[in-house]
């Protein structure tokens, strides 16, 4: 069981709205700095949010992010078939002296 | 813009070491500009961290893996190692670099990242 865990999976249609959920505790998410990552199948992760809800240029605004005392959501809006990916959230836990990933959720747009 | 490209063998027997090394494009290791992390990902699975080292060499790592592992800075290379001692086959995954921008002398997100190279290790 890891100590920041995200649903397996989500699905949406086309131009609708997910949110996916990174649920910690408060040695991580309550007062340390997350990032999100998009995956795509055979590819390495590439930043989407940095600093719990800042966009790296380049990212669209169709993605977002916030915080809620230990639990963190990313949001993305317009879905579009081409954010079918994985998506992680990473964030440091202060008893473990270590970064922490959720396992990870794959996104379906039906 | 700073890449990172990793290497080493693609079959461990286990018991044995395993290698990896980072060459790093475009920046100095010993810039100040990162810290350098290995991040690692079975098949079907999600990322671990493993480990890290700063600009200035001291490294911090992933508690259950503190005990067989050694991460290392060749400045005259530019490049980071990875050395995992003892591997069995829960170490069979695919291992990346990645820089993590140094901000007051903290990191706090993972960009670039390598392309990554899967290690499976098998007898």
């Known amino acids: 069981q890891s100590v920041v865990t995200q649903p397996p999976s989500v699905s949406a249609a086309p131009g609708q709205k997910v949110a996916i959920s990174c649920s910690g505790s408060?040695?991580?998410?309550?007062?340390?700095?997350i990032s999100w990552y998009q995956q795509f199948p055979g590819t390495a992760p590439k930043v989407l949010i940095y600093d719990n809800n800042k966009r790296p240029s380049g990212i669209p605004d169709r993605f977002s992010a916030s915080r809620s005392g230990t639990s963190a959501t990313l949001d993305i809006t317009g879905l579009q078939t081409g954010d079918e990916a994985d998506y992680h959230c990473v964030v440091w836990d202060s008893i473990l002296s270590s970064w922490v990933f959720g396992g990870g959720t794959k996104l379906t747009v039906l | 813009q700073v890449h990172l490209q990793e290497s080493g063998p693609g079959l461990v027997k286990p018991s044995q070491t395993l290698s990896l090394t980072c060459t790093v494009s475009?920046?100095?290791?010993?810039?100040?500009?990162?810290?350098w992390s290995w991040i690692r990902q079975p098949a079907g699975k999600g990322l671990e961290w493993i480990g890290r080292i700063s600009p200035t060499g001291s490294t911090r790592y992933n508690p259950f893996l503190k005990s067989r592992l050694t991460i290392s800075a060749d400045t005259s290379k530019n490049q980071i190692s990875l050395k995992l001692t003892s591997v069995t086959a829960a170490d069979t995954a695919v291992y990346y670099c990645?820089?993590?921008?140094?901000?007051?002398?903290?990191?706090?997100?993972?960009?670039?990242w390598g392309q990554g190279t899967l290690v499976t290790v098998a007898s």
């Open positions: 408060s040695s991580n998410i309550e007062k340390n700095h």
């Open positions: 990645a820089g993590g921008p140094n901000i007051g002398d903290d990191y706090f997100w993972f960009d670039p």
């Open positions: 475009g920046d100095s290791v010993s810039s100040g500009s990162y810290f």
